[in-house]
Protein backbone atom coordinates (compact mmCIF):
# COMPACT_ATOMS: atom_id res chain seq x y z
CA UNK A 1 0.00 0.00 0.00
CA UNK A 2 1.82 2.90 -1.12
CA UNK A 3 1.55 6.12 1.43
CA UNK A 4 2.01 9.26 0.14
CA UNK A 5 2.34 12.28 2.18
CA UNK A 6 0.79 15.63 0.62
CA UNK A 7 1.80 19.12 2.13
CA UNK A 8 1.90 23.11 1.25
CA UNK A 9 1.74 25.96 2.76
CA UNK A 10 -1.76 27.60 3.79
CA UNK A 11 -3.61 28.73 0.33
CA UNK A 12 -1.21 26.57 -1.99
CA UNK A 13 -3.41 24.72 -3.78
CA UNK A 14 -2.99 21.50 -1.50
CA UNK A 15 -6.76 20.58 -0.63
CA UNK A 16 -7.13 20.92 -4.65
CA UNK A 17 -4.84 18.31 -5.56
CA UNK A 18 -6.41 15.90 -2.64
CA UNK A 19 -9.33 16.27 -4.39
CA UNK A 20 -8.20 15.48 -7.47
CA UNK A 21 -6.39 12.60 -6.32
CA UNK A 22 -9.11 11.20 -4.67
CA UNK A 23 -11.65 11.37 -8.30
CA UNK A 24 -8.20 8.75 -9.46
CA UNK A 25 -8.89 6.88 -6.24
CA UNK A 26 -6.65 7.75 -3.89
CA UNK A 27 -8.13 7.36 -0.14
CA UNK A 28 -7.33 10.95 1.44
CA UNK A 29 -6.82 11.20 5.18
CA UNK A 30 -7.45 14.96 6.05
CA UNK A 31 -4.78 15.60 9.18
CA UNK A 32 -6.99 18.66 9.83
CA UNK A 33 -10.10 16.38 10.22
CA UNK A 34 -8.17 13.80 12.29
CA UNK A 35 -7.76 17.10 14.32
CA UNK A 36 -11.19 17.95 14.82
CA UNK A 37 -11.95 14.69 15.50
CA UNK A 38 -9.73 14.14 18.56
CA UNK A 39 -11.05 16.95 20.00
CA UNK A 40 -14.90 16.40 19.84
CA UNK A 41 -16.32 16.89 23.38
CA UNK A 42 -15.86 14.96 25.93
CA UNK A 43 -12.38 13.58 24.25
CA UNK A 44 -9.55 12.95 26.33
CA UNK A 45 -7.77 15.88 24.01
CA UNK A 46 -10.27 17.99 24.75
CA UNK A 47 -10.31 17.53 28.54
CA UNK A 48 -5.90 17.83 28.53
CA UNK A 49 -6.25 21.28 26.51
CA UNK A 50 -8.72 22.34 29.12
CA UNK A 51 -6.45 21.57 31.85
CA UNK A 52 -3.49 23.20 29.91
CA UNK A 53 -4.89 26.24 28.86
CA UNK A 54 -8.26 26.80 31.20
CA UNK A 55 -11.97 25.61 31.14
CA UNK A 56 -12.54 28.59 29.14
CA UNK A 57 -11.55 26.85 25.87
CA UNK A 58 -14.32 25.12 26.00
CA UNK A 59 -17.79 26.45 24.96
CA UNK A 60 -21.20 25.89 26.16
CA UNK A 61 -22.22 23.96 24.52
CA UNK A 62 -19.06 21.29 25.10
CA UNK A 63 -16.97 21.99 21.91
CA UNK A 64 -13.24 23.28 21.66
CA UNK A 65 -13.57 27.35 21.02
CA UNK A 66 -11.21 27.18 18.43
CA UNK A 67 -10.98 30.99 17.93
CA UNK A 68 -10.70 31.35 21.46
CA UNK A 69 -7.66 28.42 21.46
CA UNK A 70 -5.96 30.10 18.10
CA UNK A 71 -6.05 33.04 19.75
CA UNK A 72 -4.45 32.06 23.02
CA UNK A 73 -1.36 30.37 20.74
CA UNK A 74 -1.10 32.45 17.96
CA UNK A 75 2.48 34.07 18.12
CA UNK A 76 3.46 32.34 20.61
CA UNK A 77 6.29 29.41 20.16
CA UNK A 78 5.89 27.90 23.75
CA UNK A 79 2.19 27.95 23.43
CA UNK A 80 2.05 26.45 20.04
CA UNK A 81 4.48 23.71 21.54
CA UNK A 82 2.36 23.05 24.93
CA UNK A 83 -0.65 22.25 22.80
CA UNK A 84 1.01 20.53 20.01
CA UNK A 85 2.29 17.84 22.79
CA UNK A 86 -1.52 16.99 23.52
CA UNK A 87 -2.70 16.93 20.05
CA UNK A 88 -0.20 15.73 18.05
CA UNK A 89 0.36 12.09 19.64
CA UNK A 90 -3.17 11.75 19.22
CA UNK A 91 -3.31 12.42 15.78
CA UNK A 92 -0.31 10.31 15.00
CA UNK A 93 -2.38 6.91 16.31
CA UNK A 94 -5.41 8.31 14.67
CA UNK A 95 -4.12 8.34 11.45
CA UNK A 96 -1.93 5.06 11.49
CA UNK A 97 -5.66 3.78 12.76
CA UNK A 98 -7.20 4.89 9.25
CA UNK A 99 -4.05 3.87 7.23
CA UNK A 100 -4.63 0.62 8.64
CA UNK A 101 -8.20 1.00 7.43
CA UNK A 102 -7.59 1.61 4.64
CA UNK A 103 -4.61 -0.95 3.90
CA UNK A 104 -7.23 -3.71 5.42
CA UNK A 105 -9.93 -2.57 2.99
CA UNK A 106 -7.71 -2.57 -0.06
CA UNK A 107 -4.08 -3.57 0.06
CA UNK A 108 -3.27 -2.00 -3.23
CA UNK A 109 -4.78 1.39 -2.36
CA UNK A 110 -3.09 4.61 -2.54
CA UNK A 111 -3.51 6.36 0.35
CA UNK A 112 -2.75 10.21 0.63
CA UNK A 113 -1.97 12.07 3.79
CA UNK A 114 -3.17 15.52 3.20
CA UNK A 115 -0.65 17.03 6.49
CA UNK A 116 -0.39 20.87 6.56
CA UNK A 117 2.62 20.45 9.57
CA UNK A 118 4.62 18.01 7.70
CA UNK A 119 7.92 19.42 7.80
CA UNK A 120 7.04 20.46 11.67
CA UNK A 121 5.50 16.85 12.86
CA UNK A 122 6.16 14.14 10.56
CA UNK A 123 8.82 14.34 8.32
CA UNK A 124 11.03 11.11 9.30
CA UNK A 125 7.98 9.00 8.85
CA UNK A 126 8.37 6.18 6.54
CA UNK A 127 6.49 7.76 3.30
CA UNK A 128 6.76 6.46 0.09
CA UNK A 129 6.71 9.63 -1.61
CA UNK A 130 6.49 13.09 -0.50
CA UNK A 131 4.33 15.74 -2.22
CA UNK A 132 4.89 19.40 -1.92
CA UNK A 133 1.74 22.14 -3.40
CA UNK A 134 3.88 25.50 -4.01
CA UNK A 135 2.81 28.66 -4.96
CA UNK A 136 4.93 31.44 -4.15
CA UNK A 137 4.29 33.67 -1.08
CA UNK A 138 2.64 36.77 -2.79
CA UNK A 139 0.19 34.45 -4.55
CA UNK A 140 -0.58 32.65 -1.29
CA UNK A 141 -1.02 36.13 0.23
CA UNK A 142 -3.31 37.25 -2.36
CA UNK A 143 -5.39 34.33 -2.30
CA UNK A 144 -6.12 34.62 1.16
CA UNK A 145 -7.37 38.35 0.87
CA UNK A 146 -9.15 37.72 -2.35
CA UNK A 147 -11.03 34.57 -1.35
CA UNK A 148 -10.77 34.27 2.54
CA UNK A 149 -11.30 37.74 2.89
CA UNK A 150 -8.39 37.82 5.32
CA UNK A 151 -6.54 41.82 5.70
CA UNK A 152 -2.81 41.60 4.04
CA UNK A 153 -1.45 41.84 7.85
CA UNK A 154 -3.87 38.71 8.94
CA UNK A 155 -2.46 36.54 5.57
CA UNK A 156 1.32 37.59 5.89
CA UNK A 157 1.19 36.76 9.52
CA UNK A 158 -0.07 33.31 8.97
CA UNK A 159 2.00 32.99 6.66
CA UNK A 160 4.85 33.63 8.65
CA UNK A 161 3.56 31.35 11.66
CA UNK A 162 4.62 28.30 9.30
CA UNK A 163 7.71 27.11 8.15
CA UNK A 164 9.34 28.68 5.26
CA UNK A 165 9.15 27.29 1.37
CA UNK A 166 12.76 26.24 1.16
CA UNK A 167 11.78 23.89 4.54
CA UNK A 168 9.21 22.24 2.09
CA UNK A 169 10.79 22.12 -0.93
CA UNK A 170 13.82 20.30 0.97
CA UNK A 171 11.95 17.55 1.78
CA UNK A 172 9.57 17.15 -1.89
CA UNK A 173 9.94 13.75 -4.01
CA UNK A 174 7.86 16.24 -6.38
CA UNK A 175 6.73 19.43 -6.34
CA UNK A 176 3.50 20.48 -7.99
CA UNK A 177 3.05 24.53 -9.12
CA UNK A 178 0.33 26.03 -7.98
CA UNK A 179 1.26 29.47 -8.92
CA UNK A 180 -0.92 29.02 -12.60
CA UNK A 181 -4.33 28.54 -13.97
CA UNK A 182 -5.97 25.70 -12.14
CA UNK A 183 -6.39 23.03 -15.22
CA UNK A 184 -2.14 23.82 -14.62
CA UNK A 185 -2.33 22.44 -11.66
CA UNK A 186 -5.01 19.55 -12.11
CA UNK A 187 -2.76 18.73 -15.42
CA UNK A 188 0.30 18.21 -13.12
CA UNK A 189 -1.69 16.14 -10.55
CA UNK A 190 -2.64 13.76 -13.41
CA UNK A 191 0.96 13.22 -14.55
CA UNK A 192 1.65 12.58 -10.71
CA UNK A 193 -1.25 9.79 -10.91
CA UNK A 194 -0.02 7.96 -14.28
CA UNK A 195 3.55 8.11 -12.88
CA UNK A 196 3.30 7.02 -9.42
CA UNK A 197 4.96 3.58 -9.61
CA UNK A 198 7.68 5.04 -11.31
CA UNK A 199 8.19 7.90 -9.00
CA UNK A 200 7.82 5.96 -6.24
CA UNK A 201 10.67 3.13 -7.27
CA UNK A 202 12.55 6.08 -8.39
CA UNK A 203 12.57 7.59 -4.09
CA UNK A 204 13.47 3.68 -2.88
CA UNK A 205 16.52 3.52 -5.13
CA UNK A 206 17.78 6.65 -3.94
CA UNK A 207 16.77 5.80 -0.42
Known sequence: MPLIALTGGIASGKSTIAARLAEHGAVVVDADQIVRDVQHPGSPVLSAIAAEFGADMIGPDGALDRARLGARVFGHPQEVA?????????????????????????PAAVVVYDVPLLVEARAGDPWELVVVAHAPEDVRLGRMVRLRAMTEADAAARIASQVSDA??????????????E?????????????????RIAQ???RS
Request: hydrophobic residues 45%.
Open 167 to 180: ERLAIADVVIDTSG
Open 82 to 106: RLNAIVHPAVRAESARRFAQAAEAD
Open 182 to 198: LADTLRQTDDLWATLPD
Open 203 to 205: RTA
